[in-house]
């Protein structure tokens, strides 16, 4: 089983900033990506960002130069650090982990966190 724990989220003025942070615990053998999605009202869930076992990282268009993943393998905490923050972020941010997990038979597992609100105000 994996838990994420995810924080961060809030209302921010337009051009403001917000950190996410999403820590995974459990019986985790190894992680092959920590990511971020969102899900607007009546829209559908989206990538924001991903980042590989790696180090490699993905984003989507609409958040380049603005939102940057790292990633703390130590802490298998993966943080999205969100810049100029516009009112069309909005959304629920959602913490994604694929994971191989134990402790005995090896499971590959998709786990999603419960999600956090980030609402911008123009």
């Known amino acids: 089983q994996v838990q994420l724990v995810e924080s961060g989220g809030g209302l921010v003025q337009a051009g403001g900033s917000l950190r996410l942070s999403c820590a995974a615990s459990?019986?985790?053998?190894?992680?092959?990506?920590m990511g971020w999605f969102r899900q607007a009202p009546e829209k559908q869930r989206e990538l924001v960002a991903q980042?590989?076992?790696?180090?490699?990282?993905n984003y989507a268009d609409s958040v380049k130069g603005r939102f940057t993943i790292s990633r703390d393998n130590a802490k298998n905490t993966v943080y999205l650090q969100m810049n100029s923050l516009k009112p069309e972020d909005t959304a629920v941010y959602y913490c994604?982990?694929?994971?191989?997990?134990?402790?005995?038979?090896?499971?590959?597992?998709?786990?999603w966190g419960q999600g956090t609100q980030v609402t911008v105000s123009s």
């Open positions: 994604n982990v694929r994971a191989i997990t134990g402790p005995t038979i090896p499971l590959s597992r998709n786990v």
């Open positions: 459990g019986s985790i053998l190894s992680i092959n990506s």
């Open positions: 980042i590989i076992s790696g180090g490699s990282t």
